[in-house]
């Protein structure tokens, strides 16, 4: 793919004021996210039947229990006091602080307002083998690399939260089988991404000022949008209309 003149184009094209050259070629990866992915594309016009989209609940649910993981090992990798105060509240985000609380228990209710039960998700019997192979690759990047790349590579969250917009109108108007109790973590996410988000590209920015560190970082986040499409790979040809 001819990268640089894409992304040329696109810095040209929405750089918001105050952008330095780095921060534009980051945003300009939300023309490899995964709202693109077709299999977005037909779950936002409505057109996915109740078994495709508990499947894809049900895979997704691997990514949802990963992220706490992966922000352990960002934790046990950054030397940054300050930074870890921060980042330590994604873990608390999704596990709670008590049962019965944070993003992992309100991603089963999801899966339970669309007729699939806790049991079916925790034990991942419909977990598909490229699901996990693309969820397990972010988490051993997130071990593996420097601690700095990794919060390069949570910046799709960046583009997280109109996907997310469009889903719950879309789960409102088209999946009105499922209780809109259900989408409770959606609408949590619609506040926990831009923050977090922010801090990362606030960390980003600091880190990263040589071109080194700038190419590292994009190439993070390129791997972190391969990982999401993958992922959504995965999940298509497992449910198929
Ligand atoms: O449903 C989505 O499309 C979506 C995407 C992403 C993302 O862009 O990585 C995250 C989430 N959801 C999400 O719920 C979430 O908690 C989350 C954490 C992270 C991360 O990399 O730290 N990404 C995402």
């Known amino acids: ?14 750089q918001p004021a105050g952008d330095t050259e780095f921060v ?10 995964h709202d693109q992915h077709p299999f977005h594309v037909r779950m936002n016009a409505g057109e996915l039947s109740p078994q495709q989209l508990r499947g894809w609940i049900a895979n997704r649910f691997y990514y949802q229990e990963i992220i706490p993981r992966k922000d352990g090992a960002i934790l046990s990798n950054c030397p940054d006091p300050e930074v870890r105060r921060r980042w330590i509240r994604r873990i608390t985000d999704h596990d709670g602080t008590a049962e019965g609380e944070g ?11 669309a007729g699939l039960n806790r049991e079916e998700l925790l034990d991942h019997r419909h ?6 192979f693309a969820v397990e690759a972010y ?3 997130t071990r593996t690399r420097p601690w700095v790349e990794s919060v390069a ?12 917009a469009e889903r719950l109108a879309a789960f409102e108007r088209h ?45 993070a986040l390129s791997f972190k949008c391969d990982v999401l499409w993958s992922l959504m790979d995965a999940i298509d040809r497992a449910c198929p209309q």
């Open 153 to 164: 590579s949570s910046l799709t969250e960046l583009f997280a939260p109109d996907l997310m």
């Open 139 to 141: 988490l051993t990047f």
């Open 127 to 132: 977990l598909v083998p490229g699901a996990r």
């Open 175 to 219: 999946y009105t089988w499922i209780d809109p109790a259900g989408l409770a973590y959606f609408r949590a996410r619609l506040e926990q991404a831009p923050r977090d988000s922010e801090h990362a590209l606030e960390v980003v920015t600091q880190y990263c000022l040589s071109t080194e560190s700038q190419a590292a970082a994009i190439d």
């Open 103 to 113: 993003g992992i228990e309100a991603w089963l209710r999801l899966g339970e307002a």
């Open 1 to 14: 793919m001819p990268q640089t003149t894409q992304e040329t184009q696109v810095t040209q094209m929405a």
């Open 24 to 33: 534009a070629r980051l945003r300009a990866h939300s023309r490899k996210y």
